[in-house]
Structure formats: C-alpha cells, structure tokens
C-alpha cells in the first residue's frame, strides 16, 4: 500500500512549471488549492484560503479557528517538511470540500493521493529503507497479534465514523440557518410590501387647496386702515389676509353689526380673509376707531394660537384670537387725548409671573412719550406710566444685543436709548432680574443717563433707523437727510458712509449676491422723482440703481428670496427711457419686477389709477405661490367709498409683461426674458 501511494506521488500528471487549480465556496470561504511541479522536481501543494475563518489540525482531529483573509498553507513533497504541516493540509481539504457534499470530487485524486503518504527523511515524499524496515517489523507484529492490530483498526474506523458524523452534522446546521435567513427575508418583503400598499391606497393624502390666482374681495361705503397683516388663520397651510376697514355692518357673509359689541355704528371692523378665494373667514367689530394694528403676537390673551392686539380710540386695548376673530379680552387704557402709538407694539418677557409674555407700548402725545407695560393674558397695565425724556415727533426701533434689548428712539435732532430695564423700573418702580433685563456694559458707557443721550452719534435730522443683521449681533443704519451710515452696534463704531439725499421709504433688506444682504433705498432727487438704490450691507457699496418718476403717495418696494438665493425686487414708479423723460403732476403707478440674473431688465406688471392704501408681497404657501396683495380704497379722512382688496399670483403678470431694456444691449428675445423669470422658483427662509 505504501510503495504504492509512493509510487503515485511520484507520477503526479504535471510537468515543471505547471499547474492545477480549482476553487470552491463554502460558507462564505473561498479556497484555492494549487498542485504544480517546482523546477527543482519537487511537487508542490499550495493552499490560498480567502476568509477570516479556516480549518486547523490538533491531535489528530480537524477544527476552526480565525485566521485573517488570504492566509497560505503550503506542503512541498519532500521529506524536509513537518508531518504537521502535511496533516494540516489533507485535515483541510477533507473538511472544507465536505461542505460542498461530503465527498472528494472536487479534488484531483493525484492531490488526495499524495496527502495520504507520510514523508520520510530520504525526501521527494517516499519511504527510505529504515522507514520500511519499520513498516516490515510492523507487519510481522500484526501478523503475530492480530486481535490488536484489530483493535488499532477498529479505533480508527470509530475516529472515522465521528468525524464523518461531525462533518455531516455541520450541513444540516448551516442548512436550518439558510432557512431561517431566508423566511426572515421574505417576512422583511412582505412587511414592506403592506407599508406601501397602505400609504398608495388605504391611508389617504391631505386635500391641498387650490388657490385662485386672482381673487377679490369689495366693501362698500367703507374706508381703509393702513394696516395688512398676513398669517395662516385656518391653518391650511396657505397665508391668509388681516385687515381693517371702517363701515356701519360688516359683509354680507356675517352680516355683523356695530352694535353687536356695544359701538357706535360706524364703527372699525377686523377681518381674515382666506388666501387660497378670497372667502371672508371672520369679522369682528373691534373699535370707534383704529389706530394701530399687530397679529402674529404668541400667547396673546394666554391662548396657544398668536393673536392681534387693536390698540383703538377712544383708549382702549383689544385682543382678538386669530383663528376664530374672538375677543379675548378688551382693557380700557389711560393714554391721554390726542395720542399716536409708536409702533410697533414691542414683547417682553413675562415680568408678573403669570406665565404669558407681556407687552410694552409707547405712546408719544404732544411734548413728550409715555411707556405703560400690559399684561399678554389679561390686558391688565402693570405698575403706571413711565415718562421718556424724549420730545418732538418721535419714532423708535428695538435692537437685541443678547442677552439685553434697548430702544432707540430718534427725532430729527436727537438719539436716545434705554434698556428694557430702566424703562421696567421707570413703570414699576421696582428692579427685577430676568432673562433679557440685563444691561450691556458697552452701551451704559456711552450713555449720558442725565438725557439718555448717544452722544457719539450726533448725526442730526434722522430720517430712519434700521437694524442690519451683522456677523455676531444687529448693527444700525442711521438714515439722515444727506448720508446713510452704517454704526457697529457692538462698540458704536463707524462701518461705513453712503450719500444718499432725502430718503422716502423705510430701508428694505433683500439680497441682490448669493446669500450676501443688500438694502434698497428710495431717495427723492428732485419733484415726483425718485432714485432705488441696491447697496451692499458688508461694504455700503451700490450694486444697482434706477431713477424713476413717482408719486408722493406711492407704496414702497418688496422684495421676494428665490431659490438661486438671491431676491426678487418689486418697485413702484413710472419709468422713462432716459432723454425722453416727461415729467407730469401725477406720474402713474406702476409696478416693476426686477430680478439680478437680468441686470438690464425691467417687467412692467401693472398700472394702477386707484390710490393704494397698503401693499405687500409674500410666499402664500411655503417655497410656492408667491403673489402680492393690494388694499385701495379711500381712507379714515376721507369720504366712504368703495374699498377693494386684491390678491393676485405674481407669475400671472409675469407672463403677461412688458420688458423693458436698460441699456440698449438686448442679451436675449422678449419672449425669452418672460419664460426664465417665469419658471423662477421661490423659496421661504427659515
């Protein structure tokens, strides 16, 4: 049996430089196993084992152990290698080759052949003479003692019979595994499969309202408040219209009357006004008169939903819930005759500890301006009225400087400023310590608090002022009648200086670069004219102008962020191709769109005769449907008549546009121009 296993390794059917290889997978492992003859006349057996799991040898029997990717196991056939070494090899490819089906198949039987001869010392893997003297003592002793060459026999066979059970066993195991593996996969499918279903079919997708383009809504016998607020009233997701007019009965949809609250007929009406059709959503008597309003106040009255606050003449505060147009609650105030709220009406933190932010109103009367801070749940006044050392026509802005707020208050002559906490305590008497109370140490250096005084900025004849958002906190635009200044709210500071005469409008912020903020500004230069202004908030430098005739009455500009991350801006005016300018008493109103992807491009939307009370623009839904809405009519002072809100899908006059060319390079087709501004797409800052 040895001479001829000996015999067969020597026949091994290669040639020098040869090879045989087969592969096989199982459970995930690769092995490759490679039989050749070296130049040298040795054969040799490579094994390339390509998982993290092989098979190892120890005391006669097989098992696994980790070893990493593509370990090699090499037996040359010469008797200088380890019987280990060898034992290791055939103790491998029995176990792994039966995981494929229990058998040798796979394997060349010149391979198998070869791995079952124990190399001796003479090497090229035969038997040397000791060896088969050996071999021959063995044989006489068996023939001797045959029942314990029996015994030696039948161990074997038991080792055999074991390790084929082991080898069997491990095929029914990784054959329950597939199932398993397999059912989970399925289950997984069909799981997914039922989630689509019922999200495609069963469960059904919310009604999206469509919105009329164009809508209209008239009162007759009726006059206006320069007021428009826009929130989402029914909570559809679509903004909606707040406004307010005067007349004796409300629309016909409510049929509500003065009297219904107690007020003489006629009397100052609020109303919301769906944005999707125009269709009244509520009405509400509120006051003799109106002199200020402001929605979108959270926990007004203690309600979750925001609500508006009517500050209405004679004296009195009213809060009105937003959803429904109910009166939370009205409080009788004691402002004094001949009062104009300075707006708008500002939220503090909760100072009585009833859990619902308060409110701070000021009110300038004839030779000075009073502070009264309110209750947000109940409208009740809170300590008394403090006095301001501010005179004249005053007006005023609040800048945050975390974690302080302080108000600046300007007339044409003067700058002042107090913390929310002196004018707490000028109401209360009392200090406090609460969140946004603080103090900036900065700015009380640089208030004279005899006067209140910033006497660092001594512009004179102060037209407007702006917040800018800056870096790290709001910085201030100083609007006069020759320059606009722009003052580092942190140390006070000049940033830069601007010439700019006679400013007719509220500054504007909108973004004519990628994400860099720019403000518009309006300047009268000469009788009905007007120049707009782009200038970049960074640098003060002016990125885009444009003269135009216009009104005294005019509405001021808008501006719309789309989705290139820049604004889309909309102006009102009469523009005229320079040298043919014609200048008439009353310039007609019209309004302009212009985008900075066409810097040489104006689109006339639309000319309007009737006299504009208010104006506005705004996405009515989030990233979509940008339109403008337009209240015209006649106002408190003048005689009722026939008021008209309008709100109208901006694309719908973009189609329907006249372009105007700047400069006489025309880029593109008419036609062109209308379709890209057209296809803009919008988007709703965060």
């Known amino acids: 049996m040895l001479g001829r296993n000996c015999a067969l390794f020597k026949q091994l059917p290669v040639e020098a430089g040869s090879r045989e290889t087969l592969q096989g997978w199982a459970l995930g492992v690769r092995v490759e196993w490679s039989l050749y003859e070296l130049s040298s006349g040795e054969a040799q057996l490579l094994v390339t084992v390509r998982t993290s799991l092989t098979l190892g040898y120890k005391g006669h029997k097989c098992f696994l152990s980790a070893l990493q990717p593509g370990v090699r196991l090499t037996y040359t056939g010469s008797g200088k290698k380890s019987l280990q070494q060898k034992e290791l090899l055939a103790c491998f490819l029995r176990v792994v080759t039966g995981y494929f ?6 394997i060349p039987k010149s391979i198998l052949t070869a791995l079952s001869i124990v190399p001796g010392e003479g090497g090229e893997g035969c038997l040397n003479t000791d060896e088969g003297a050996a071999m021959d003592n063995k044989d006489s002793e068996a023939e001797i003692h045959p029942l314990k060459t029996e015994d030696v026999k039948a161990q074997e066979n038991h080792e055999n019979s074991v390790e084929r059970r082991i080898i069997s066993k491990q095929p029914s195991q990784l054959s329950r595994l597939s199932r398993w593996r397999t059912a989970a996969f399925f289950v997984s499918l069909f799981l997914c499969l039922i989630i689509v279903f019922a999200f495609s079919f069963i469960i059904p997708c919310p009604e999206r309202p469509v919105s009329e383009r164009t809508w209209f809504r008239n009162y007759d016998n009726a006059v206006a408040y320069q007021f428009l607020a826009i929130e989402d009233v029914d909570e559809d997701k679509v903004q909606d219209v707040i406004f307010a007019f005067k007349a004796s009965n409300s629309s016909s949809s409510f049929n509500r009357s003065c009297l219904d609250e107690g007020l003489p007929s006629p009397c100052a009406f609020i109303a919301a006004v769906s944005g999707t059709n125009g269709r009244a959503l509520w009405e509400r008597p509120a006051a003799e008169e109106v002199e200020w309003l402001q929605c979108g106040i959270q926990q007004l009255g203690g309600s979750k939903a925001p609500g508006c606050l009517v500050v209405g003449k004679p004296v009195s505060l009213t809060a009105v819930e937003l959803r429904t147009g109910e009166i939370q609650w009205r409080q009788p105030s004691d402002f004094g005759a001949n009062y104009t709220v300075l707006s708008p009406v500002s939220v503090i ?12 109103i000021f009110i300038a009367t004839e030779d000075k301006i009073k502070s009264f801070i309110h209750s947000g749940k109940s409208g009740k006044q809170i300590g008394s009225a403090g006095s301001l050392d501010v005179a004249g026509k005053a007006r005023y802005i609040r800048l945050n400087l975390d974690p302080s707020s302080y108000f600046l208050f300007y007339t044409e002559n003067s700058l002042s400023a107090y913390s929310l906490k002196d004018l707490y305590t000028a109401a209360t008497g009392m200090e406090i310590n609460l969140p946004g109370l603080e103090q900036d140490p900065q700015w009380e250096k640089n208030i004279d608090h005899s006067t209140h005084r910033l006497p660092l900025l001594s ?23 020759e320059m606009a200044t722009l003052i580092n709210a942190q140390n006070l500071q000049t940033l830069w200086t601007l010439n700019v005469s006679r400013v007719v409008s509220e500054p504007l ?17 000469g009788p009905n004219r007007k120049r707009v202004m782009i200038v970049e908030s ?52 019209k309004l302009y769109l212009f985008h900075p992807s066409y810097t040489n491009v104006l689109l006339e939307l639309r000319n309007s005769t009737d006299q504009i009370i208010t104006f506005n623009a705004a996405l009515f839904e989030r990233s ?5 809405v337009l209240l015209r009519g006649p106002q408190p002072s003048e005689e009722p008549g026939s008021v008209s809100l309008m709100k109208r899908k901006l694309k719908e006059d973009v189609s329907d546009s006249r372009v105007i060319w700047l400069s006489q390079v025309a880029v593109d087709s008419e036609q062109y121009v209308r379709d890209r501004l057209y296809r803009m797409r919008f988007h709703s800052r965060a």
């Open 101 to 106: 089906d229990g058998s040798f198949e796979y």
């Open 349 to 360: 933190p909760d100072v009585d500890s009833d859990g619902v932010q308060d409110l701070i």
């Open 459 to 481: 512009f004179g004849d102060i037209r407007y002022l702006a917040k800018i958002p800056g870096r790290s906190r709001e910085n201030i635009l100083v609007v006069n009648s």
């Open 509 to 525: 912020l909108g973004y004519y670069k990628p994400d860099v903020l720019a403000i518009v500004l309006e300047s009268e230069i």
């Open 538 to 589: 960074g640098s003060g430098a002016v990125q885009w102008d444009l003269k135009l005739n216009s009104r005294a009455e005019s509405p001021g500009p808008a501006t719309l962020y789309t989705a290139d991350h820049r604004s889309t801006f909309l102006i009102w005016g009469d523009y005229q191709v320079p040298g043919n300018e014609t200048r008439s008493k009353a310039p007609l109103q």
């Open 624 to 628: 979509r449907h940008a339109c403008y």
